[in-house]
């Protein structure tokens, strides 16, 4: 079975105090990963199941990062998009971006590692995107679907000049007199 200290994350291992864990023989990586390893990617085959996560968002993360790995210098993944990112209210993608954050969403369960639920982007859009979503979920992660309601799909509709323009002027008025809805002008 493959274990986390085979991934480079030896504080995960359970073996950890003996060097970690050798590989299984018995393993075939043709395998589809067992139910429950919150993703469809390679890794996530012989992860713990995700009953038996200790840590939800820690562990969540680690898969995520081996799930949908950050490509320096690429453009951003909501670069110039309408409604980046779902959630409650999504974003106007930014104008020039670089990939240096990967996010969980719309479900914010970070043991769903699914690619559509993976996005490799800016910091700009990343703070932008918590900045107005954070308060529409719960404190904690509950390591099973964690959507608001209503939910606004992620899509991949191009910002217009008009939304381009209307979201700069957003985010350079000081917050206190920033528009009421932030959506208000879509």
Not at 29 to 39: L, Y
Not at 113 to 124: G, K, P
Request: glycine letters at 12%.
């Amino acid at each position: 079975m493959l274990c986390y200290c085979m991934l480079g994350f030896m504080e995960e291992c359970p073996n950890k105090d003996s060097g970690g864990c050798a590989p299984d023989p018995r393993d075939d990586p043709g395998d589809a990963p067992p139910e429950g390893t919150g993703g469809d990617f390679p890794a996530s085959r012989g992860l713990k199941v995700d009953l038996g996560v200790a840590d939800v968002k820690s562990t969540g993360r680690k898969r995520a990062v081996l799930a949908k790995p950050i490509k320096p210098g690429a453009p951003c993944e909501w670069l110039g998009l309408r409604y980046a990112g779902g959630g409650a209210i999504p974003i106007v993608g930014c104008l020039e971006g670089t990939q240096t954050n990967i996010h969980h969403g719309p479900d914010k369960n970070t043991l769903n590692n699914r690619q559509s639920n993976l996005h490799a982007i800016c910091s700009e859009c990343h703070n932008r995107w918590h900045t107005l979503n954070d308060s529409y979920y719960p404190e904690e992660n509950p390591g099973e679907e964690w959507l608001p309601e209503p939910t606004v799909a992620h899509s991949i509709e191009p910002a217009t000049d008009e939304d381009k323009l209307r979201n700069d002027i957003y985010w350079n008025t000081k917050k206190g007199d920033r528009e009421d809805e932030y959506g208000s002008w879509r």
